[in-house]
């Protein structure tokens, strides 16, 4: 995960102010000590940015099981004579 690096933004929402919703996050002092140092004293950013990393981790890993329990036919896959109309 990235964190901190040049180019990288905060989440549009602190961009603009707008209130968004919180939790609280409680943590063993050596944790604590560590994210602080990695952190550079943005902690909000960094357990916000680890929390979208891992919504994203679990999402794949889902879609890769759904793959694996019902895979796709070679037959299915190259049959595009009802394929649906593109509609943006």
């Keep these: ?3 901190g690096m040049p180019g990288d933004r905060i989440s549009p929402a602190r961009e603009y102010n ?3 919703p919180s939790i609280q996050v409680q943590l063993d002092d050596a944790t604590c000590r560590r994210l602080d140092e990695i ?3 943005k902690r909000t950013e960094f357990v916000e940015a680890a929390v ?3 919504i ?3 999402e794949y890993a889902r879609t ?3 793959y694996r329990e019902q895979p796709d036919s070679e037959a ?4 595009w004579s009802n394929c ?3 509609k943006p």
Excluded: T
């Excluded at 299915?76 to 049959?79: F, N």
């Design 84 to 86: 649906e109309d593109f």
């Design 52 to 54: 979208k990393d891992a």
């Design 64 to 66: 890769r099981a759904a």
């Design 39 to 41: 952190a550079n004293g």
């Design 18 to 20: 707008e209130i968004v």
């Design 1 to 3: 995960m990235r964190f």
């Design 76 to 79: 299915e896959a190259d049959d």
């Design 56 to 58: 994203r981790r679990y």
